[in-house]
């Protein structure tokens, strides 16, 4: 089991180094930012490049034959491996950063959250069906200088005209992170024709085991549309970054659907709390989520907006958190 498990994360970390050797079915590209709420404190920005890639029900293709390696491989785990299945594998690239409400001040603010960069490689083996959802997954990423937050941050301002960062002199890190992670989706209930309005009630769950971050969800999401892809557990309540892509994109050619999701999350463990020291952040175990938006597929491109908010994650500072995600797949 040892050495099973050990084949099975090498392969992730090397293909997830070296993308650029499979031929991705689907890319994505996602940017979180609270701005798009209107606000500009706690996590404050967050870009991510996604590769799905091919099922690994198809006869050829590099991607495709990664992908029935790791089923193969993985199939003791539940949900993996199944005959009525598709699976496929995410591979993707994430930077985010987290920044206390004024910017202009360069001595450390102890009584805010302190600056914090990270940078993280992740891949993720992905299983589904008409009624459930099933990924498990590994990831390593680097806090710190190394993540390249500063530099990104102080570009986006320059270019935007707004106010210079003068404090990430006293950012978090240099640290090396990584971990496993967990997802299982279930639909509810669905109503509805495929080429008039459905709609479709889901549930889902997730599990992150991290030196960057412990942590169990579950959430609620209600979709409503015009033919809804069989992936009825998208990332809406913030329940996975990169669930929103296998079997995103509907055979029809065209579909649009709104959404809300609530979700609750439970937090064992957080890089950024255990590493405060002076600074007055205290991470509360329980954090209540709400997301909504809508997502729209033309052909072989599909768009999405979500705004998300959430219970404050500080238990000294009780202000809600919110923050906006865009989001555009590529079907090659």
């Not at 190394?146 to 890190?173: I, M, R, Y």
């Not at 938006?293 to 908010?309: D, F, I, K, M, P």
Request: aromatic share 10%; with cysteine; net charge negative.
């Amino acid at each position: 089991m040892i050495s099973r498990y050990k084949f099975t994360l090498l392969m992730f970390l090397v293909c997830t180094l070296l993308p650029t050797s499979l031929q991705a079915e689907v890319v994505n590209l996602s940017w979180d930012n609270d701005l798009l709420t209107g606000t500009d404190r706690g996590y404050t920005n967050g870009v991510r490049l996604a590769y799905l890639t091919d099922t690994a029900e198809e006869t050829d293709g590099k991607s495709a034959r990664f992908a029935r390696i790791l089923r193969d491989e993985l199939s003791f785990l539940s949900g993996i491996g199944a005959s009525d299945s598709k699976h496929a594998v995410t591979l993707s690239l994430r930077q985010l950063m987290v920044t206390p409400e004024d910017i202009t001040v360069a001595e450390p603010q102890f009584n805010d959250i302190p600056y914090a960069g990270h940078l993280s490689l992740s891949g993720t083996l992905w299983s589904w069906c008409a009624d459930t959802m099933t990924g498990f997954g590994a990831h390593i990423g680097v806090f710190g200088p190394e993540s390249g937050a500063e530099s990104v941050q102080k570009w986006v301002h320059k270019a935007t005209g707004s106010d210079k960062p003068q404090g990430w002199g006293n950012q978090l890190g240099t640290d090396v992170v990584g971990g496993i992670q967990a997802a299982h989706g279930r639909k509810l209930l669905q109503t509805g024709q495929s080429d008039n309005i459905e709609q479709r009630v889901s549930v889902i769950g997730s599990g992150l085991l991290s030196s960057f971050r412990t942590s169990a969800k579950t959430g609620l999401i209600w979709q409503l549309g015009r033919h809804l892809p069989m992936n009825f557990a998208p990332d809406y309540a913030g329940t996975s970054s990169t669930i929103a892509l296998p079997g995103s994109f509907t055979e029809s050619g065209s579909s649009w659907s709104v959404f809300i999701g609530f979700g609750v999350e439970y937090v064992g463990y957080s890089y950024i709390d255990d590493n405060a020291d002076s600074y007055r952040f205290d991470e509360g175990p329980l954090i209540g989520q709400l997301g909504l938006g809508a997502t729209w597929q033309w052909n072989h491109l599909q768009a999405s907006v979500t705004l998300r908010a959430s219970t404050s994650e500080d238990e000294r500072h009780k202000d809600n958190f919110s923050f906006g995600t865009l989001s555009l797949s590529w079907k090659l």
